[in-house]
């Protein structure tokens, strides 16, 4: 069965500094991974996502993420992260099942001060 | 592309009484349908998920039910809350045309009190 571990709840940095939010995974065969964006109160947003191909995937808003496949990681980052990035931010490994489901991480909650 | 529509956006409702959560997809057809709830603002669960018309997956057993009365519609349904059913309800869909390793879409969410 697929796992993702997001293993921060909360992740505090300045403005104008860059940002990480760390995620694990585990699946069987091949992983195919999001990162999801949610603003109080709001449905979730996609952000960015690795099927296949280059380690280095960008997405929306400025943020891309790097998939590591020896260590299982799928971590998200900006370079200079903005108030307005302050969220709760989830990642997802698709399950390999009839059915497209995912299988969300815990959350991280992101923290940006000015 | 999709839109998602969900009502109502915020529910009050006694222990006891029963609820119909409403999701409808535009901007494309024959989308697979999902249901989850969302705890305390944390971590997501799947409750149902649907491929096609009158076709519905549990994930988790409890006191919701869920039905697809048409292509585009899922509905979550409920005879008798619980306190514990409270929560942040996300519908979300997916368009298996459209690649099978491509995201889901999410609805904008019910937030669900029972008191």
Do not use: M
């Amino acid at each position: 069965a697929q796992s993702v571990a997001q293993p921060e709840d909360q992740v505090n940095v300045a403005e104008g500094n860059p940002l990480t939010v760390k995620c694990t995974y585990s699946v069987s065969g091949n992983p195919y991974l999001f990162w999801y964006v949610q603003y109080p109160n709001r449905g979730l947003q996609f952000l960015l996502k690795y099927i296949t191909g280059d380690n280095l995937v960008k997405g929306s808003y400025g943020f891309e993420a790097e998939f590591n496949k020896s260590q299982t990681s799928f971590h998200l980052k900006k370079p200079s992260a903005l108030v307005s990035d302050s969220a709760l931010y989830f990642c997802a490994v698709r399950d390999g099942a009839a059915g497209n489901k995912l299988t969300f991480g815990g959350g991280t909650r992101v923290l940006v001060k000015p | 592309s999709q839109t998602i529509h969900q009502w109502p956006a915020t529910l009050v409702q006694p222990v006891g009484s029963p609820l119909s959560l409403e999701c409808t997809v535009e901007g494309t057809s024959n989308p697979n349908l999902y249901w989850y709830r969302q705890a305390a603002g944390r971590g997501l669960q799947l409750l149902f998920y649907s491929v096609g018309i009158g076709q519905i997956s549990s994930e988790v057993p409890q006191n919701l039910s869920a039905s697809r009365p048409q292509d585009r519609q899922f509905i979550l349904s409920s005879k008798k809350l619980l306190l514990s059913d409270s929560g942040f309800y996300l519908c979300a869909c997916h368009t298996p045309t459209s690649g099978p390793y491509n995201e889901q879409f999410f609805g904008p969410g019910t937030r669900l009190t029972v008191l």
